[in-house]
């Protein structure tokens, strides 16, 4: 038997081994998915996510296995991931230290916490697109700074002359300088040392999926009315005022009464306040129980002015798609309760480069604490793309 020969059994003897290893653990963690369903009526998370761990991993295997001369041991991702695998599961940092300088949120030790991967980093950032109807409306940008500079320009002059007319200088507005400070967001999800221990326990895609549902919740709520200290500051926290004294700095608006006969008209004159140039991207934003007073109004001719989402399309007002914000104001005296413009061209959402992770083994034993921190800044970036409507 030749040399290559004997690589080649032994390497198919080996994937033979990893498939069988892979497929009992697979069984093993599905058995208890199955149980927990069924006693408790939902499966832990972290369980989730090591079943689809399982899964590429063998269809890694089988992939391996029907290209045999690329059934070598590859590298799974390079020291840097080695090492901070090793870290998130045992705690160990010597890996990273000559990797990473270890960076501090605050200023003080105990509050330290290493730079995650940027695998993990895109990760996260996903779940939040996925789960903020904000970050899919608004502009995002990543910086490395911690505050985010835009410069504006507020318009520059121009003027007719013929050919051999004094051409004098013409007026401009100048510039605006807007900045965007990006506030700390932070949670801290639990893991069992025993589950940290399982290496078919994807720990980042759990990390990410749990920090999801604490970050999102706040970040809506920023984004719509947050005061700018120490978090973004919210589209409705700018001055609102009637659009005749609409001035940059300040969202205009139109007054709405949906008692009155001609809240439909309403509507209009709302989706009309915006420069065309807003229009064609336009879209509502308002929260549910809005939603459900806009669809009981009708037009003159008596049809619905709501429409529901058809062929994989969302709802729409006047032809205009709908996004619920459930942290936007209920209708009210005083509340904005609706806005209407291109929010993509009139809020930016700033995420700073690299979330931060401290493993905290101590503090809730026999629990892991995993103190995640993401800075995050935001807020309205041109004052004319966005109006509101108030009651």
Known sequence: MTKETKMASS????????????????????????????????????LDAKLKKLDRRIDEISLKAARPDEGAPAATGGERSEAWARYMRTGDESGLSHLDVKSLSSGTDDQGGYTAPPELDRLIEARLMQASPMRQIASVRQTTAGVYRKPVSLGVG???????????????????????????????????????????????????????????????????????????????????????SHVWGKIGSVAGDFTASDAGDQIIDLIQTPKSQFRGNGRFVMNRRTVASIRKLKDGDGRYLWRPGVNGEGQTIFGYPVTELEDMPDIGTGNAAIAFGDFRRGYLIVDRQGAQVLRDPYSAKPYVLFYTTKRVGGGVQNFDAIKAMVF
Do not use: C, H
């Open 11 to 46: 390497n198919e003897a080996a994937l033979a081994q990893d498939m069988m290893t892979a497929f009992e653990a697979y069984k093993q963690a599905n058995d208890e998915r199955l149980a927990e369903i069924e006693a408790k009526g939902s499966a832990d998370a972290l």
């Open 158 to 244: 121009a003027a007719w002359a013929g050919e051999t007319d004094v051409r004098p200088e013409t007026t401009t507005a100048g510039l605006s300088l807007l900045e965007f400070p990006a506030g700390e967001l932070y949670a801290m999800p639990a893991a069992t040392q025993t589950l940290l221990n399982d290496s078919y326990a994807d720990v980042d895609e759990w990390l990410a999926d749990e920090v999801e549902a604490a970050f999102s919740v706040q970040e809506s709520k920023a984004f719509v009315d947050g005061d700018g200290d120490g978090k973004p500051r919210g589209f409705l926290d700018y001055d609102v005022v009637a659009e005749a």
